[in-house]
């Protein structure tokens, strides 16, 4: 999977005026709600997460607290459990290994979104394999520090 520019969070290439992408927060969060009424199921829109690369919504699927997280930069979505965050929402505690595949939710978004697979999450993450990022020094940086292992880490991270 080759990501591209501004998935990992903010950054700009070098001599060069170009911002992060910025993914519709709006249009994610609209598509949860309507999601939520369709299957007739609770949401909480999560928007005092610190810094982070994602959006993320809470729903009450099957009697469990279920993440959906999209990517601020691109239309990506993950799914993950309640232990991957703190127990008051407020904040990312983010464990990586948490992510789940849930196929009834991945078919209601995969129209309009990226719908990763566990597999394709925990995938390892290699810098110099992805084109767009490679050459980003302030991408560098935060993997050099953050030391992301996996695709889902790099995507769904928290040091932006």
Known sequence: MELQYGITGGYYYPNKERGTPI???DKFYSKCKDLASKIKIRFKILDKLGSRSYYAVKFIYK?????VMC???????AFCSYE?????DND??????????IEELTKEFESEYKVLSV??????FIL?????LKNVQSVIEQVEYYNPKTIGEAIF????
């Open 23 to 25: 993914f519709d927060e």
């Open 63 to 67: 009697h469990e607290n279920i993440y």
């Open 71 to 77: 990517n601020m930069s691109q239309p990506i979505i």
């Open 84 to 88: 991957s965050f703190d127990a008051t």
């Open 92 to 101: 990312c505690v983010f464990h990586w290994d948490k992510f789940l595949d």
């Open 119 to 124: 597999h394709e999450l925990n995938s390892s």
């Open 128 to 132: 110099e394999e992805h084109e767009e």
């Open 157 to 160: 991270n928290y040091w932006d």
